[in-house]
T-cell receptor, first 112, second 114 residues
Framework: LAKTTQPISMDSYEGQEVNITCSHNNIATNDYITWYQQFPSQGPRFIIQGYKTKVTNEVASLFIPADRKSSTLSLPRVSLSDTAVYYCLVGDPNQAGTALIFGKGTTLSVSS | NAGVMQNPRHLVRRRGQEARLRCSPMKGHSHVYWYRQLPEEGLKFMVYLQKENIIDESGMPKERFSAEFPKEGPSILRIQQVVRGDSAAYFC????????????FGAGSRLTVL
């Protein structure tokens, strides 16, 4: 499984756009990039998944450059409720017997 | 359609006792994963199971910990002779197929060892 590196923490203010970048230099051809969000005392929740270019849903956007060695999760106009830990994972969704490995994630703190 | 159900949500045990944590995956999901989260730390993978099979237990401590996912009923994570260092949140997740990268997590079971 490709190793990922992301900042330990980030601070932001309400209404700002937040971009969290994840490095995955050893990403394999069949790997997808997936982001999860975890609030205190809750289990992680799937946010978004992508393979290349840009993916957008109602929660976030995911930008993946052509070389796929990094990805950026973009949260538009954050609010206090976006304070959470964000995890970046890389893996092949079609590879049997693969368990997802979470790192320490990025702790995002949003202030008013 | 209920999500991943974990129980108990909170469990208190004294050192040396046994802890049993249960996980019912989402309907239609046959793959279960267990993770442990210590305070102020990230999620640590423990074990990955399919019905009646352990696929990957590379994250399980060699002693005192075991997991099963029987043909009928929930997945069970069992910790024998608990120690204070076992105090943590234990999360279960499920997916409809292998890999997938999209896991649905339960709310977790918080074990406190006195």
């Amino acid at each position: 499984l490709a190793k990922t590196t992301q900042p330990i923490s980030m601070d932001s203010y309400e209404g700002q756009e937040v971009n969290i970048t994840c490095s995955h230099n050893n990403i394999a051809t069949n790997d997808y990039i997936t982001w999860y969000q975890q609030f205190p005392s809750q289990g992680p929740r799937f946010i978004i998944q992508g393979y290349k270019t840009k993916v957008t849903n109602e929660v976030a956007s995911l930008f993946i450059p052509a070389d796929r060695k990094s990805s950026t999760l973009s949260l538009p106009r954050v609010s206090l409720s976006d304070t959470a830990v964000y995890y970046c994972l890389v893996g092949d969704p079609n590879q049997a017997g693969t368990a997802l490995i979470f790192g320490k994630g990025t702790t995002l703190s949003v202030s008013s | 359609n209920a999500g991943v159900m974990q129980n108990p949500r909170h469990l208190v045990r004294r050192r040396g006792q046994e802890a049993r944590l249960r996980c019912s995956p989402m309907k239609g999901h046959s793959h279960v994963y267990w993770y442990r989260q210590l305070p102020e730390e990230g999620l640590k993978f423990m074990v990955y199971l399919q019905k009646e099979n352990i696929i990957d237990e590379s994250g399980m401590p060699k002693e005192r910990f075991s997991a099963e996912f029987p043909k009928e009923g929930p997945s069970i994570l069992r910790i024998q002779q608990v120690v204070r260092g076992d105090s943590a949140a234990y999360f279960c997740a499920s997916s409809p197929r292998s890999g997938a990268n999209v896991l649905t997590f339960g709310a977790g079971s918080r074990l406190t060892v006195l």
